[in-house]
């Protein structure tokens, strides 16, 4: 069976230079893009393993994980993404492609 893909392109403006926003995410991590919370502090770095827990229910199953693929400062980060709570199996296939680049 062929696997599908989809493409979701979303742009989103923030009127701030593309250096401050980059230091938000590389001094917090990933957490405040994606409003969850991390058991420990991300350092961001390629290949660096994520995940990513409900603020309500840290501690249990991670909401998301996943791992940096490209980390380009401070213009661009990629990473791929699991969600556990689909019950897909955890298998390369059934991760997302997330990559954010910022322009000024």
Same mark, same amino acid.
């Given at each position: 069976m062929a696997t599908k893909e989809t493409t979701v392109e979303r742009t989103v403006v923030i009127d701030a230079p593309a250096e401050v926003i980059w230091k938000a995410l590389n001094s917090k991590g990933l957490d405040n893009l994606q409003l969850l919370r991390s058991h420990e502090d991300m350092q961001l770095q390629e290949g660096s393993e994520l995940v990513w827990f409900d603020r309500e229910d840290?501690?249990? +199953?991670? %909401? *998301?994980k996943g791992r940096i !693929? +490209? *980390? @380009? #400062? #401070? %213009? %661009?980060? @990629? $990473?791929? @993404?699991?969600? #556990?709570? !689909?019950k897909l199996p955890d298998l390369p296939e059934? $991760?997302?492609a997330v990559d954010i680049t910022l322009h000024p």
């Open positions: 840290a501690g249990e +199953v991670p %909401r *998301l !693929t +490209v *980390l @380009a #400062p #401070p %213009r %661009r980060i @990629a $990473y791929m @993404a699991f969600m #556990p709570s !689909t059934n $991760y997302t």
